[in-house]
């Protein structure tokens, strides 16, 4: 059951060039996505979200893009640095009893080389 | 910045023993959540919990899970009968509200290890 994918399980890029992860989803129930980043020994930290009513979000250095029709989501850091290197999980999710469930990609590796 | 915080960091048990993870989630908070990472595997939902009762569970959450908030600051995650493949990050997370579209803020895991 693989409701969100992410292809890629790794990327590489330059200090100061843009880093773009994706991420493609299969249920059109899910209405609310998330970027989490995730150093090794540590719990997910949150970064940046979208709403399905939207198609972009912004904040700082990150931008998620949206394009429901496609289910298809992108996170774009720019310019990227050598502490962006982490694992980026995307996760969705959609209203299901009373509380959120997320379910998660199964990550990309970014490494921003100096 | 508040956060959640969990305990212990690492747990190694004997199967067939019982444990108890501990979470103390971010103060305001009202929903309250159990995921697994199993080494090398995606992040698994276990449990959504909110106004003292379970709202979600997944199909891994079976009769040996279970989830108590035995008084106003903790929220913990008891494996009655721990199996090989209980061994897992455990993270706890929460959010202030459950939805239209709230973020969960995840702790930093408890590494289970059942020998």
């Known amino acids: 059951d693989q409701q969100v994918k992410q292809n890629s399980p790794s990327l590489s890029v330059q200090e100061g060039r843009i880093s773009i992860l994706n991420c493609d989803y299969t249920?059109?129930?899910?209405?609310?996505f998330l970027w989490y980043k995730k150093y090794p020994a540590e719990g997910p930290t949150f970064l940046i979200s979208?709403?399905?009513?939207?198609d972009k979000n912004e904040d700082g250095r990150f931008t998620v893009f949206l394009n429901k029709s496609a289910k298809h989501l992108s996170l774009h850091i720019v310019p990227s640095q050598p502490g962006d290197s982490a694992v980026y999980f995307c996760?969705?999710?959609?209203?299901?009893?009373?509380?959120?469930?997320?379910?998660f990609g199964s990550g990309t590796q970014l490494t921003v080389l100096p | 910045e508040p956060e959640v915080t969990q305990t212990p960091s690492h747990q190694v048990t004997q199967m067939g023993q019982e444990v108890i993870l501990r979470c103390v989630p971010i103060?305001?908070?009202?929903?309250f959540y159990w995921y697994r990472q199993i080494l090398g595997q995606k992040v698994e939902f276990l449990v959504s919990f909110y106004n003292n009762e379970i709202s979600e569970k997944s199909e891994i959450f079976d009769d040996q899970f279970s989830v108590e908030r035995p008084d106003g600051s903790n929220f913990t995650l008891k494996i009655r009968s721990t199996k090989l493949e209980d061994s897992a990050m455990y993270f706890c997370a929460s959010s202030e509200q459950g939805f239209p579209q709230e973020t969960q803020y995840f702790g930093p895991g408890t590494r289970l290890l059942v020998l």
């Open positions: 979208i709403s399905s009513i939207k």
């Open positions: 103060s305001n908070h009202l929903y």
């Open positions: 996760a969705a999710s959609g209203i299901s009893g009373s509380a959120r469930q997320l379910t």
């Open positions: 249920n059109s129930m899910f209405d609310y």
